[in-house]
């Protein structure tokens, strides 16, 4: 009979993995001859994506699945199991252990997941894998947001480059001719003036005309 001690540390064991099953979400694998390299790989990616990835034994998680509620995972929880959840991003253990699933798929398969307290089908854990990594979707989002803004300060600093000080600084060199016109009225009136003071000489000869009669007289 286990004594008290191994008992207390299982009952540790079963609580630790209840609340991994109160994740945001997880997925269980049946790993099987997967090598070193592959598994370090593997646990890696996991870690720097925030997913916490661990060989669990079945017996105590048949406890744990029970006490959130999972009971139709028992069934699954044969042969080699291991568990990676996550509280940071729910995409990301189901799409890096999907990535190694399909690398090494004699070695490597997905058995079920969770997501926000529901189960996972296999189909449907294969389906969330495909959803883009949350910095992607994040910026996508943004993206997105910023597009129509984006767009208004570009036709706005175009229509001010075309509409403003450019055009304002041309409309008085194009007003000059104008100007030069107006100055040069006075030489055109010019030669009226000389036909005005030519007019007295022409009158001279009458002048002379009317005076030859009264020296005829004398």
């Known amino acids: 009979m286990p004594s008290a001690k191994i008992l207390e540390e299982k009952k540790q064991i079963v609580n630790q993995m209840t609340e991994r099953l109160k994740s945001k979400s997880g997925v269980f694998v049946d790993y099987k001859g997967i090598t070193v390299i592959e598994d370090t790989e593997m646990r890696v990616k996991l870690r720097e994506a925030g997913v916490d990835y661990s ?70 854990v294969n389906a969330i894998a495909s959803i883009p990594a949350l910095p992607v979707l994040q910026a996508q989002f943004l993206g997105t947001l910023l597009a129509p803004i984006t767009g208004l300060a570009v036709v706005l600093k175009a229509a001010a480059e075309k509409g403003g000080g450019v055009v304002d600084a041309e409309a008085p060199a194009e007003a000059a001719p104008a100007a030069e016109a107006t100055t040069e009225a006075p030489a055109e009136a010019a030669p009226a003036a000389e036909a005005v003071t030519e007019a007295p000489a022409k009158a001279a000869p009458a002048a002379e005309a009317a005076a030859t009669p009264a020296e005829e007289k004398e």
């Open 55 to 124: 060989v669990v034994r079945n017996r105590l998680m048949k406890f744990a699945v029970k006490n959130v509620g999972f009971d139709a995972l028992e069934s699954m929880l044969v042969g080699t199991t291991s568990l990676a959840t996550s509280d940071e991003d729910p995409i990301a253990p189901a799409r890096i252990i999907k990535e190694f699933a399909d690398k090494l798929p004699e070695y490597f398969e997905i058995k079920a997941g969770f997501m926000d307290g529901k189960i996972l089908s296999v189909d449907e």
